[in-house]
């Protein structure tokens, strides 16, 4: 029979030897010396492949790795989809064995009859343990299936240096997990005081902070523990305890525990812990209209540089007038009408004050969504805006008067700036993020059945929104940052405006 060049291959490049191998699977040497010079056949559907290919992923561990092996399965034509574990394990099972079959899940079948004798020698292979990132990515994957929509999981860390938290697989599984089942993560963590760990965790869990569907606390704890670990506790259902060395390259290990009385303790354990941690971010709904109106007022009002990136247009630069116009046409109640352009006019007042004392405020902008308000001749927004709950449809003469309100700011306050960029990061569609510089950030989302107002005064947490903010200000500074331009594009979009106004 031909040699196996390809389980070959991969040995080779990911630095193994026949016995390195054999000892991580519990296979006997002279079985995988076979297997590689073709004397016996690797069957996909056979223990031994699974085993194999298990062990092999472990060692893909670097972005590199991987992407030889997605160079490997198309070489191969074979799927190089990695979004599922699963399915990057089969594709390696096929890629190194014989048979010629398609694998699959068949844990039944038997071995032949001298590979059951030399199969697994000294060892005991359980179930409920598994080593290494992507098997234990693999099992938690299924877990996650298993859930209902817009169910609830909780994770406690005892250590924001915990790498699989924010290792790239397993927070695409996260990812996928939120997105496609809708599902909430309650996060706690145990911070080192380390901001370098802190940050990364920021970094790769931004989608889900801003949307409220991560939702992460925070306590200070030991500065150097035996051990890292992560638990993860599926309510009524499963414990899966993740545990790393500290700071060592071991693979990390996953139990996965199913008894029952163990599962209610852990999350009694859990909600202790929980209530004694403090929030990353205080999380509004419209139910707390007049609360989110406060924290809106701290950030345009009080003192402290401001930044904001706005997936529409900004009513705060309105005239007191056009404002009133609006309110008015929704608004038939005398009495809440007056209010409600009373507050605007303290917002406004304020909002001058600090612009007149010399507070730096830049702003951003999307000129495909201008472009968007002109066709759909509306601009839809948080009803906040309008001090009221739900989403809030301007019309396109509100449209048109913000902008001219941002003409008269530009030119009235040399310390107000506004970027207009071709388009905005997908993570900042339909939402608005002001971020007041190393005080506070505020996200008003409006991806979802209603907005949600995220809210932190956590420092470590603004200095790296606001790193993400000046990243995206300085890819479009220098094109459309000239102060003449922007006054100019805004001119342009007003003149369509009014034409389809008929103005």
Not at 211 to 228: D, H, I, L
Not at 416 to 443: G, M
Request: charged fraction near 25%.
């Amino acid at each position: 029979m031909a040699e196996n060049i390809n389980l070959k291959t991969v040995i080779t490049k990911f630095e193994l030897s026949n016995l390195d191998l054999a000892r991580a699977t519990g296979l006997d040497p002279s079985l995988i010396s076979r297997y590689i010079s073709g004397n016996r056949k690797l069957k996909k559907n056979s223990r031994q492949a699974g085993d194999i290919a298990e062990h092999l992923m472990t060692l893909a561990d670097t972005t590199e790795r991987i992407d030889w092996l997605k160079e490997q399965f198309e070489q191969s034509r074979l799927s190089t989809d990695i979004t599922s574990v699963m399915g990057m394990k089969n594709n390696l099972i096929q890629w190194i064995s014989q048979d010629g079959e398609v694998a699959v899940d068949n844990t039944n079948e038997l071995p032949d009859a001298d590979e059951a004798v030399e199969e697994y020698r000294g060892t005991d292979k359980q179930k409920k343990l598994e080593f290494g990132t992507l098997p234990i990515v693999s099992a938690l994957e299924e877990e996650f299936r298993n859930l209902t929509f817009e169910d609830t999981v909780d994770f406690f860390l005892t250590s924001d240096r915990l790498c699989i938290f924010t290792n790239e697989v397993f927070a695409e599984m996260l990812h996928k997990a939120v997105a496609e089942r809708n599902i909430s993560i309650n996060v706690v963590i145990c911070v080192s005081g380390d901001t370098k760990f802190f940050t990364k965790i920021i970094q790769t869990y931004m989608g889900e902070m801003v949307s409220g569907k991560m939702r992460f606390y925070t306590f200070f704890g030991a500065t150097r523990n035996v051990a890292e670990q992560m638990f993860c506790i599926f309510r009524n259902n499963k414990v899966v305890i993740i545990t790393e060395t500290s700071g060592g390259s071991a693979y990390p290990a996953g139990t996965f525990i199913e008894d029952t009385d163990f599962v209610r303790e852990m999350g009694q354990s859990f909600d202790a812990t929980y209530r004694y941690s403090q929030p990353l971010f205080n999380i509004y709904s419209d139910d707390y209209l007049r609360a989110m109106i406060e924290v809106l007022y701290t950030e345009y009002c009080l003192p402290g540089a401001l930044c904001v990136i706005k997936d529409s247009v900004n009513p705060m630069y309105m005239s007191f007038e056009s404002y009133c116009r609006v309110l008015r046409l929704n608004n038939s109640d005398d009495v809440e009408y007056t209010w409600k352009c009373n507050e605007y006019r303290r917002f406004n007042d304020g909002f001058e004050s600090m612009l007149a004392n010399g507070m730096p405020c830049r702003e951003i902008i999307s000129l495909k969504r201008l472009n968007a308000i002109i066709a759909e001749k509306k601009c839809t927004m948080a009803g906040l805006c309008f001090i009221t709950t739900g989403f809030f449809e301007l019309d396109l003469q509100g449209c048109r008067d913000i902008l001219v309100g941002y003409i008269e700011y530009l030119n009235r306050y040399p310390n107000f700036s506004l970027l207009i960029l071709d388009d905005l990061p997908e993570l900042h569609s339909s939402s608005c993020w002001h971020v007041k510089e190393n005080q506070s950030v505020e996200i008003n989302y409006w991806n979802g059945p209603a907005p949600v107002m995220c809210q932190s005064g956590h420092v470590a947490l603004a200095q790296e929104f606001q790193k993400h903010y000046e990243t995206i200000w300085k890819r479009g500074a220098g094109s459309l940052g000239n102060r003449a331009y922007v006054i100019s594009i805004l001119k342009s979009i007003i003149r369509k405006m009014e034409d389809v106004l008929g103005v």
